[in-house]
């Protein structure tokens, strides 16, 4: 079973609006440090156009780091039986994150398959969300890309999983190597896929050929 992740952003518009600041976002102390760095760089905070990009700033940083108070694991407990054992694979998910390195964004698509062992599975646009919260923070491409699967993992029980990330990350694009359209692959497996090379190639292979 394959799904293109455009099924799940029209679900998920329909049932899930909680995006939220974190309790502890600070708002106003973003926007204080936003104004150092402008004076800090030479820039006059006061001028008609950086007026309100204190404050602009800020409210961009409570969306990208909304997920530091979430957990995907509400989503994740919503399941419903399904027969059989087949793999069941999502692609191309989208996902904005933060590097914890630059705090610049990157940006790509989640590709999930696992294998359902309890009969049980989760709906299509829940994975896109527990995505999404995971990337909503400071974060390594290669560590999201293991915390999705073991989030998979610890709801689903899954006998396999592999997550696959692909992503492009401004910090290498705007500056150092300039690498302009470089993309960062990243990929985690667990469960028996993790030994069994032919399954685990015959899965990537439908991610990637799609
Ligand atoms: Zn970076």
Redesign the pocket.
């Known amino acids: 079973m394959i799904h293109d992740a455009r099924t799940c952003r029209e679900i998920e518009a329909t049932t899930d609006s909680d995006d939220r600041s974190t309790p502890s976002f600070d708002q106003p102390r973003i926007e204080a440090a936003v104004r150092e760095i402008l004076l800090a760089i030479g820039e006059n905070p006061d001028r008609e156009g950086l007026l309100d990009t204190p404050s602009r700033v800020a409210r961009a940083y409570g969306e990208m780091f909304g997920g530091l108070d979430q957990s995907p694991a509400a989503h994740l407990a919503r399941q419903f039986p399904q027969d059989g054992s087949d793999p069941v694979m999502v692609t191309d998910i989208p996902f904005t994150s933060m590097?914890e390195?630059?705090l610049?964004p990157f940006t790509g698509v989640a590709h999930i398959a696992y294998q359902p062992q309890h009969g049980r599975v989760v709906g299509l646009s829940k994975l896109a969300r527990t995505v999404q919260i995971l990337a909503r923070r400071p974060q390594q491409q290669e560590r999201l890309t293991q915390q999705v699967r073991e989030a998979i993992e610890e709801h689903l029980d899954p006998a396999g999983v592999l997550v696959m990330l692909e992503a492009t990350?401004s910090?290498?694009q705007i500056r150092g190597a300039k690498a302009h359209g470089a993309s960062m692959k990243t990929r985690s497996v667990g469960g028996r896929w993790e030994r069994d090379a032919a399954t685990r190639r015959e899965i990537q292979e439908m991610m990637v050929g799609k």
Do not use: G
């Open positions: 590097c390195h630059h610049l990350h910090c290498m």
